[in-house]
């Protein structure tokens, strides 16, 4: 690298790294632009003659002296600095996933979240009544034991993309689960709606719904037909 000012690598380039070594001669200071995924790095200016700035766009990020080494994090924002207990106290964001002492003084990190799906339980014999599936539900337990009717609204193109919710019975029970879609799904259903309908032959009928463009798409379907 010898040319100055502000470089801004591919962001897949940057993002399959952790490493990254400068070297060269520079002309100026350089401004290095990272996206700004959380991400660790270990940076190393093996250059000569200038710093090196490295942020994400807009931000103040790290700088680093000719022959730096430094284990940085970028934590959504910006590039902060995480080589001791002291930095990662200052720049701790456990709520949004970067790491911190916790109330006891224990290092603790959040960047990777509970493996394990939120259960929601939907009973229309409960009170009050829940019918209702929200489109944010990632399991929902269809706990009604005779026959009952349930509704999920329309995914949000976009917004939405790539949520999933499986649906379970817990009883032998012949429910219907009416699914609304921004757009008619693809054939052989034109219409802005489908209907889930379970056989009610066994325990643990199900199926899973993947949201995508506004629509709901069925897969692993068990013991239910569709209309």
């Known amino acids: 690298m010898s040319a ?16 990254l070594k400068f070297t060269g001669t520079l002309a100026s200071a350089v401004n290095f632009i990272v996206p700004s995924g959380k991400h660790f790095f270990r940076l190393h200016h093996a250059g000569t003659a200038h710093t090196i700035t490295v942020k994400v766009t807009g931000q103040t990020g790290v700088t680093l002296n000719p022959g730096d080494i430094r284990l940085v994090y970028c934590n959504g924002t910006d590039i902060v ?3 001791s207990i002291q930095e990662l ?10 790491a911190g002492l916790d109330s006891n003084g224990k290092l603790h990190f959040s960047e990777f979240p509970d493996p394990r799906e939120v259960v929601n339980v939907y009973d229309t014999t409960a009170s009050p009544p829940t019918s209702e599936i929200p489109v944010a539900t990632q399991q929902a337990m269809l706990v009604d034991a005779s026959a009952a009717a349930y509704h999920i609204n329309a995914p949000v193109a976009g917004t939405d993309d790539g949520k999933r919710i499986e649906i ?24 802005t709606y489908m209907q889930l309908n379970f056989a009610g032959s066994i325990i643990g009928e199900g199926v899973v719904l993947r949201a995508y463009n506004g629509n709901w798409y069925c897969s692993a379907l068990r013991g239910l037909t569709l209309s």
Do not use: C, Q, R, W
């Open 4 to 19: 100055g000012g502000t470089i801004t690598p591919t962001p897949l380039n940057v993002t399959k790294a952790f490493n």
């Open 81 to 83: 600095a995480a080589e």
């Open 89 to 98: 106290m200052a720049n701790k964001d456990v709520a949004n996933g970067y």
């Open 168 to 191: 379970i019975s817990t009883h032998t029970a012949a429910h219907t689960v009416t699914v609304d879609t921004f757009s008619p799904p693809v054939t052989p259903f034109d219409a």
